[in-house]
C-alpha cells in the first residue's frame, strides 16, 4: 500500500511540472517545418471535433494536451428472492466490496490512454472503457469480484438457521455494453463532464436514445458445502449459480447546465429502457455418488415479455484556470428480472451497479491563439444559429433549432 501511494505521489508531481511549461509555450519562436507540420495537423483534429457543432454552445480547451490524475469506485449490489415454500419467499442479498482504483492518463484532444491500479484488489476483472464524439458514443463496462458478502433473510427476517455466506464461497460478474445517440448534437456536449474534452459554453439540453445488452452472473463456488447443510440443501436444490441476459432500447434526456459559459458546468441524465429480450439460466448439481459439474439445465422466461428499467448520471466540471480542471460524475444502473414459471418456480433478481470518478486534470502545450498566429489564420467567429419561440433555452435547443 505504501509503494502504491509513493507511486501516486510521483504521478501527481509529474503531472503538475508538465503544465507549469504551458505558460512558457506561447513565447516559443516560430516554429520550424516539423512543427509547422504537428501545428496544421492539430488545426485539422480541431476543425474536424468542431465540424457541425455550434460553436457559440461548444467550443474546445485551448490547449490540446492533457494529463490527468483518476480516482474511481466500482461497486455491485443484488438481491435474489425465492419461493421454495410458495408462502414463504427467501432472499439472498449481496453486496461486493468496493473496487476503488487509481488512475494516470494522457492525450491529445480526447485521443489518448492511461492504466488504473486497483488499490482495494477487489475485483478479479473490472474494465470500463467509454468512447464517445460529438453525437456517438459507446460505453462498456465488465467486472467480475468474489469479494462478495450473501445474507439470507426468510419473509424479511433475518433467519437463524441458514448461515451467511463468506467472502470467497460466491462470485458476482456484471456486463454491460451500450450505445447512445444524441439528437441535438450540435448544442449539446453529452460527455463534457466525463471526459472534458469539449466546454459546453451555454446551457443546452438533449433527447438521447439508447441500445444497451447487460448481464448479471451469480455462481456459487463451494457447491458441495452447502448440499450437505439440510437448510442450504433445501433453499439452493442443487444450484450452483445463475446467469440474467437482457437486451434494451431506450430514451432519455440530458442537460448541461452552466452559469458563466463553461467554468462551471453541472450535467444529470437520465435514461429510460424499454427491455425487450429477457432471459435466466440457472446450473444445477445433484448431490449423487458422481458429481457433475453444473451446466445451464434450466431456463426462465420473464413475467412480463417488456419490462422498464433504466440508468442515471450526474456530474460536476470546474474549469479551475486555463491550465487545470476538476471533475466529478457518478453513474448507476439498474438490472431487474421477475418469472414465474407455471407457478412452479418463482424467482425475483435486482442489482444496482454503480461507479464515481474523481478526475484532476492539466492542459497544456501551445494555445489556440498562438497556433493561428503561427499558421496566419484569423480567430474564427462562432457560429450563432437562430431562434424560435419564446420557451426556455433548453426546450429550444432541441425542439426548434436547425439541423447540421
Not at 313 to 320: D, F, K, L, N, T
Not at 356 to 379: C, D, W, Y
Request: hydrophobic residues 40%; contains cysteine.
Amino acid at each position: 500500500m505504501h509503494s502504491k501511494m509513493k507511486r501516486l505521489a510521483h504521478i501527481l508531481l509529474l503531472t503538475l511540472l508538465i503544465g507549469s511549461f504551458s505558460a512558457f509555450a506561447n513565447a516559443a519562436e516560430q516554429p520550424g517545418k516539423a512543427a509547422m507540420f504537428f501545428y496544421r495537423a492539430a488545426a485539422w483534429v480541431d476543425n474536424f471535433q468542431l465540424r457541425g457543432l455550434d460553436t457559440s454552445y461548444i467550443g474546445l480547451p485551448e490547449f490540446r494536451w492533457r494529463v490527468a490524475l483518476n480516482n474511481g469506485e466500482v461497486g455491485v449490489h443484488s438481491s435474489y428472492t425465492n419461493w421454495v415454500d410458495p408462502k414463504t419467499p427467501i432472499t439472498l442479498v449481496t453486496q461486493t466490496t468496493p473496487s476503488v482504483g487509481i488512475g494516470f492518463n494522457a492525450g491529445f484532444r480526447g485521443f489518448g490512454g492511461g492504466y488504473t491500479w486497483d488499490v482495494m484488489n477487489a475485483y478479479t476483472t473490472n474494465w470500463n472503457i467509454s468512447l464517445g464524439s460529438k453525437g456517438l458514443g459507446l460505453e462498456f463496462m465488465r467486472n467480475v469480484s468474489t469479494n462478495v458478502e450473501g445474507k439470507f433473510s426468510v419473509d424479511g427476517a433475518p433467519s437463524p438457521t441458514i448461515p451467511d455466506m463468506k467472502k470467497g464461497e460466491m462470485r458476482l460478474a456484471n456486463t454491460y455494453l451500450g450505445a447512445w445517440y444524441v439528437l441535438n448534437r450540435a448544442h449539446y456536449a453529452h460527455n463534457a463532464v466525463t471526459k472534458q474534452d469539449y466546454i459546453q459554453k451555454k446551457t443546452a439540453g438533449s433527447l438521447i436514445l439508447s441500445v444497451a445488452y447487460m448481464s448479471s452472473e451469480m455462481t456459487i463456488l463451494d457447491s458441495l458445502k452447502y448440499i450437505k447443510d439440510e437448510d442450504m440443501k433445501t433453499l439452493l436444490d442443487g444450484m450452483t449459480g445463475m446467469i440474467t441476459r437482457q437486451v434494451a432500447i431506450g430514451i432519455g434526456y440530458g442537460i448541461n447546465y452552466t452559469p458563466n459559459k463553461g467554468k462551471v458546468l453541472l450535467h444529470a441524465s437520465a435514461h429510460m429502457q424499454l427491455v425487450c429480450y429477457s432471459v435466466n439460466h440457472i446450473s444445477y448439481i445433484y448431490p449423487d455418488s458422481i458429481q457433475l459439474p453444473g451446466v445451464p439445465q434450466y431456463m426462465l422466461r420473464p413475467m412480463q415479455p417488456v419490462h422498464v428499467t433504466g440508468n442515471m448520471r450526474a456530474g460536476v466540471s470546474w474549469e479551475i484556470n486555463r491550465w487545470v480542471h476538476l471533475g466529478v460524475w457518478a453513474q448507476a444502473r439498474n438490472l431487474q428480472f421477475a418469472s414465474r414459471d407455471r407457478g412452479l418456480t418463482a424467482l425475483d433478481i435486482r442489482t444496482w451497479s454503480w461507479q464515481t470518478n474523481l478526475t484532476i486534470g492539466v492542459r497544456f502545450g501551445a494555445s489556440q491563439k498562438r497556433m493561428h498566429e503561427v499558421l496566419g489564420e484569423p480567430q474564427p467567429v462562432p457560429y450563432v444559429a437562430e431562434k424560435s419561440g419564446r420557451l426556455p433555452r433548453w426546450i429550444t435547443d432541441f425542439f426548434f433549432s436547425p439541423s447540421y
